[in-house]
């Protein structure tokens, strides 16, 4: 069968158009009856996604980076349980290829498993795992469940199915294109098997969260049929539909609120895998006339040799991520709010890379777009009703840590840990600050794992987790700030292995809002041979503070300090294997505008230092350091607009300068030619 083609995939996260019956069927429900329908389905889904989070097995399934899903029977996505938007929202593409090419050879059936990873066929990257099942009602296809959760290991070249060295997507593991592994409602033996040797490296974590996912399926399944019983088949038929209706309606009013024009946000990163150098992640420009969106991402980076690609359905995903967090949150989850957008993705970029290109750290590089719609669409809203919706970036950075090896139960395992993903800081607010440790940014909803249960699973010692000071974007709204911990090789004789996933030593891709500061960059440390176990048994004086082991290396041992995405190595006992760090989140607003008692709050909470205080927000400190010299504040932030007008230039002098600047060679090996981004040779692959 043929692999869908972009404009295939772009034409099926839309809508089908209605048919006669299903109009018909939508007209006879009230409105009484359609709030309730609505509610409804929430519940059902809601009661699914917690079957399938107690189900999994992988750090990520248990923590809820998830999302259970209803379709219609053209495959539209008509509602959803996240978790996690972007797995929602490109699922309709993996249905439709199914109804396309496999309705008379195999079949679709009552009692049918279909499952995939490939992201090819429709998918975010192949970590990122669905199970779909029909939804058949007295012999009719009625619609589809969905279920999906990033499972960390697919057979790649390195653990944790993210390896930061592939170069093709021949040297990523498991790559599933849709099929059928289960009928009559009984998974396939042959097809486990099958998955099982594939060279997965922990085959029961993710045999157990592939049946988490059918599980999840199964319980939606059996709820719509349950609602077919007691309101009958044309009810739930017509209350798809109308949501379907409502979430479009309610997109294109929202969206025909804003001014016309065209929004633009450029964002950077820096690296590709485990090569250092500027990357132009995502150039977007979104234009807006009258209730239509069109995404543009021209002059974006080229694909590169690496897994940092993405294929373009997957940046939709990320896209969505936004959407449904801030300017449609009170819509539907609905393939039916992208009726009116529209995007384009020049081929050959990194957000659209040839098919044999790497892509398991795909959500890597589509940071840079999932940062962008956050700028561009502030300056879209923010002059209208909507202003309160405005939010710099969140941390965005994804780092991932994995281990990998023997656990002290003599059960292998390969897993990424939710703690660093699932604790970054949400980006300053237009009327309050970000929400410190908000969450994941591509999973709200998701959940930190309590320390004691990660020392349980994994032979780990984690001494400590705390707010990371400065860690946040600075301004008149101070994003949130992210977290930290220390995480130390624990086990004797077991096996652990440790890799890094990350992009932003140097560059941080979120960017901030209307002056504001962008969030600190990550460091890699680590310290081989480090004396942590034995101070804490024998007593010695440890102060569990990030900023003091750091400052005064109170830990010895051999410190290194590297780019924060790394290659699977080994630890051993007693290793501090990383600091784990979670990004804070983009900074709204001039800081020097900020109030000096938050300033002074924020020191009192170990938010901020003293330092940032005095060079950033230019707050003066009471002698003591317990209070605000409001005179000599002023007299700071007086002082500094002065500078600022000093050193400031009109526009034209400024681009005369500035348009005259580039980065050294050295670093400009995957950005493309410069100024343009276009590529200046072609990428091979075996």
């Known amino acids: 069968m043929p692999i869908p083609t972009l404009e295939e995939k772009l034409s099926w996260l839309k809508p089908e158009e209605a048919s006669i019956h299903e109009q018909e069927c939508a007209a006879m429900v009230g409105a009484g009856d359609y709030e309730v329908g609505v509610q409804r389905t929430n519940d059902l889904l809601d009661e699914a996604m917690e079957v399938f989070m107690r189900s999994s097995r992988s750090s990520i399934g248990i923590a809820g980076d998830s999302m259970v899903a209803l379709f219609t029977a053209a495959g539209d996505l008509a509602n959803a349980s996240c978790g996690t938007y972007l797995h929602a929202i490109i699922q309709p593409i993996l249905i439709k290829y199914i109804i396309n090419h496999y309705s008379e050879n195999p079949g679709i059936k009552d009692g049918d498993i279909w499952y995939t990873n490939d992201a090819l066929y429709g998918g975010i990257h192949n970590p990122d795992q669905v199970a779909i099942v029909p939804i058949f009602y007295d012999g009719k296809l009625l619609g589809w469940a969905g279920a999906a959760v990033h499972t960390t290991e697919t057979g790649a070249i390195e653990p944790g199915g993210m390896p930061v060295s592939a170069t093709s997507r021949f040297e990523e593991g498991l790559n599933m294109p849709p099929m059928k592994i289960g009928e009559n409602g009984v998974l396939r033996e042959d097809i486990l098997e099958l998955v099982a040797v594939y060279g997965i490296r922990a085959p029961q974590v993710f045999i157990i969260d592939l049946k988490a996912r059918v599980t999840g399926c199964e319980r939606a399944r059996k709820r719509v049929v349950e609602m077919c019983d007691r309101k009958g088949a044309d009810f739930v038929v017509g209350l798809l539909r109308k949501m379907m209706e409502t979430a479009e309606q309610g997109a294109r009013s929202r969206i025909a609120g804003w001014p016309d024009g065209t929004y633009r946000s450029v964002h950077f990163s820096d690296a590709v895998g485990v090569n250092q150098g500027l990357v132009r992640s995502c150039s977007l420009a979104i234009t807006k006339k009258g209730d239509h969106l069109t995404f543009d991402f021209s002059g974006t980076s080229p694909e590169n040799l690496s897994s940092y690609n993405t294929h373009a359905q997957s940046a939709v995903g990320h896209v969505s991520n936004y959407i449904y967090e801030y300017i449609f949150h009170d819509l539907p989850i609905s393939s039916a709010t992208f009726a009116p957008i529209d995007f384009n993705f020049p081929p050959g970029i990194c957000l659209n890379p040839d098919a044999k290109a790497a892509t398991s750290n795909a959500v890597m590089i589509a940071t840079g777009a999932m940062s962008a719609v956050h700028n561009c669409f502030a300056k879209a809203i923010f002059p209208t009703g909507d202003w309160r919706q405005v939010t710099a970036s969140h941390g965005n950075g994804g780092n991932a840590l994995i281990i990998a ?247 034209a002098e400024f681009m005369a300068e500035w348009e005259q600047l580039k980065p050294p060679d050295e670093i400009l090996a995957w950005f493309g030619a410069w100024p343009s981004g276009e590529a200046v040779q072609p990428i091979m692959r075996m």
């Not at 660093?420 to 800081?425: A, D, K």
């Not at 020392?455 to 990371?468: C, G, K, M």
């Not at 941080?508 to 310290?527: E, H, K, M, N, W």
């Open 405 to 651: 090896g023997l656990s002290q139960w003599g059960l292998p395992f390969a897993d990424m840990l939710a703690y660093s993903i699932n604790t970054e800081g949400q980006g300053g607010r237009a009327t309050e600050d970000g929400i410190d440790a908000f969450g994941f940014p591509w999973c709200v909803y998701g959940r930190a794992p309590d320390v004691e249960s990660m020392e349980n699973e994994f032979p780990l010692f984690i001494p400590f987790s705390q707010h990371w000071q400065d860690s946040c974007g600075h301004g008149l709204r101070r994003g949130g700030v992210g977290t930290t911990q220390l995480w130390v090789g624990y086990h004797e004789p077991p096996v652990l292995f440790f890799a890094s996933i990350a992009d932003n030593s140097k560059v941080q891709t979120p960017q901030p809002l209307f002056g504001g500061y962008a969030p600190c960059t990550v460091p890699g440390l680590s310290i081989s041979q480090a004396n942590v176990l034995e101070k804490m048994q024998s007593g010695d004086p440890l102060t569990l503070d990030l900023h003091d082991i750091v400052q005064n290396r109170s830990i010895d041992g051999n410190w290194a300090s590297e780019f924060m995405g790394r290659a699977a190595r080994p630890v051993a006992n007693g290793d501090v294997m990383t600091f784990s760090f979670a990004t804070g989140g983009a900074g709204y607003g001039d800081s020097i505008e900020r109030d000096p008692q938050s300033v002074l709050g924020d020191i009192k909470a170990n938010k901020i230092s003293s330092w940032v205080a005095e060079q950033v927000y230019k707050v003066a400190l009471s002698e003591n350091g317990d209070g605000v010299d409001l005179a000599r504040t002023q007299q700071a932030r007086e002082s500094e607009r002065e500078n600022r007008r000093q050193r400031g230039k009109p526009y």
